[in-house]
């Protein structure tokens, strides 16, 4: 049953529904049904939906991304900015044609947004239509759930928040062949005032380093190349539990592992990425030279009402730290333009922050109040209009940088992995161990492979040529 540390497979409650239901599933539809995920939002969400398709699978449904051909259809939803949520009520709504068509087809609605209590209410009134809602910390009890659906439940409506316990041994269907995501932690301790994810996702809970590493030997074995360990802030793993692995050191185990592959990870809060972690970053040869570091703002005085325990001086310092130990580090961040009470005083000095450290690419958003987040209760002057100028002034910057940036690899040679087919005839794909991907004529057989590519120029891609695999 569940345990606190998440030692003791709580699945197997649920693997016993899976077969109830994969027994019964094709008497019920009168065929073999087709289960249909469809994702918003985060990588943790992505790597959630894999789960809920590996549970489905197990249950008897094929996948299937056509709507209209799915006899089971989840909607995996993202509260994390209003538009999110806008797309998520529009697509929900199309359901009511679907079940038209289709009396047996069951539908569900999970995640960030159906962990809201106003949701969850809206959707009980206003889509009669969605049989089963339910939140993050239960989604491993899809099997509860359609089982209880198929044999004559009423709606389903689940939203416990228990905090504690990490199911372990979900089954998982992988979208990708060389590239998968690695949950190392779930939750967020970190309450910044604009965010609702501490409230939808629970409070911070750090996987066993065991069971981490048995799922990238896993992953490894399984052909896997490219692996992102994914967590709201993977840099305090560990700081719940007693077993005094950091993350640093679970990336160094990581990296002690064999085979040839690279580790990713993200997101990075600034206020915990350590002298240690950069050292580690910098020893591995397996662990990439990629930080996503969001910095959020370049005024101390936003960062203060953001809590975000760091202000513009700590965050230069420690991009500097950074670049010192990682010269060749591909530096991302994430950036809020317009939060209650930012001025174009406030917003120069992010673009000036921009400009200094010069990221490789930035996720750049237009604040959008979220409900019960102290933000949201925050004085909110300036109009959208204008917080849309200055989002097109950053952007703006940013190309500037990006083209200015564009020579720095021209020339160069890089070892990438190969990881899909171009749009462009006869062309491949590759990833750099940072940031960087380039398109070069080769053999589909060196798909999933390490190779080394020159890059010769820029055209709407970095196009290069293949020099040894
Ligand atoms: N409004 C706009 N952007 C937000 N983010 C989180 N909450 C909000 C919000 N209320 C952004 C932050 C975070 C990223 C995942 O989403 O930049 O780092
Ligand atoms: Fe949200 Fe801040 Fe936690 Fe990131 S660190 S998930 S922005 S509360």
Redesign the pocket.
């Known amino acids: 049953m569940f345990n606190a540390n998440g030692t003791e497979s709580a699945f197997a409650e649920q693997s016993v529904y899976a077969s109830r239901v994969a027994s019964k599933v094709n008497d019920y539809y009168g065929y073999k049904p087709k289960a249909c995920v469809v994702t918003f939002g985060?990588q943790q969400n992505v790597s959630d939906s894999e789960k809920l398709k590996g549970m489905l699978v197990s249950m008897g449904y094929s996948l299937t991304e056509i709507w209209e051909q799915a006899d089971f259809i989840i909607f995996n939803t993202c509260a994390?900015?209003?538009h999110a949520e806008d797309r998520v009520y529009g697509n929900i709504g199309k359901v009511k044609a679907l079940k038209k068509n289709k009396p047996n087809l069951i539908s569900a609605v999970c995640g960030c947004m159906a962990q809201q209590e106003t949701v969850a209410e809206k959707i009980k009134k206003s889509y009669p239509y969605i049989d089963i809602v339910f939140g993050t910390q239960v989604f491993h009890r899809l099997p509860e759930f359609i089982y209880k659906r198929m044999n004559g439940s009423k709606r389903i409506f689940e939203r416990t928040l228990d905090n504690k316990d990490i199911v372990e041994d979900i089954p998982v269907s992988r979208d990708g062949e060389f590239k998968g995501w690695l949950p190392i932690m779930y939750g967020c301790n970190n309450f910044?005032t604009?965010?609702?994810?501490p409230y939808v996702r629970g409070r911070e809970r750090s996987r066993e380093p065991q069971k981490i590493i048995d799922e990238a030997k896993q992953m490894i074995a399984d052909g896997y190349k490219d692996i992102t360990l994914l967590g709201q802030n993977v840099n305090s793993y560990g700081k719940d539990a007693e077993h005094g692995i950091n993350f640093a050191k679970l990336l160094r185990m990581l990296n002690d592992l064999d085979g040839d592959f690279v580790i990713r990870f993200m997101?990075s809060h600034p206020k915990d990425c350590t002298i240690e972690l950069l050292d580690t970053i910098k020893e591995c040869k397996k662990i990439s030279r990629h930080l996503h570091l969001?910095f959020?703002s370049g005024s101390s005085r936003i960062l203060k009402l953001m809590n975000r325990y760091y202000d513009r001086e700590k965050y230069l310092e420690l991009i500097k730290n950074v670049k010192e130990r990682i010269p060749d580090v591909s530096l991302t961040s994430?950036?809020?333009v317009g939060?209650p009470g930012e001025t174009y005083e406030d917003f120069k000095e992010t673009l000036s922050l921009v400009k200094e450290v010069e990221f490789s690419s930035l996720?750049?958003?237009?604040?959008?109040?979220?409900n019960n987040?102290p933000?949201?209760l925050m004085a909110d002057p300036v109009s959208r209009e204008e917080k849309g100028k200055w989002f097109d002034e950053l952007l703006k910057l940013q190309e500037e940088i990006a083209e200015k940036n564009k020579e720095k690899y021209i020339g160069k040679t890089f070892r990438v992995l190969c990881d899909g087919k171009s749009d462009n005839d006869g062309f491949l794909t590759g990833h750099t161990n940072g940031t960087v991907s380039v398109e070069f004529k080769a053999d589909e057989s060196i798909l999933g492979k390490f190779v080394d590519v020159k890059i010769n120029s820029y055209e709407n891609a970095y196009i290069g040529t293949l020099i040894k695999n």
């Open positions: 985060c994390v900015r209003g910044c604009y965010c609702i994810v997101t969001p959020q994430d950036i809020i939060f996720f750049t958003f237009i604040y959008s109040p979220r987040t933000a949201a």
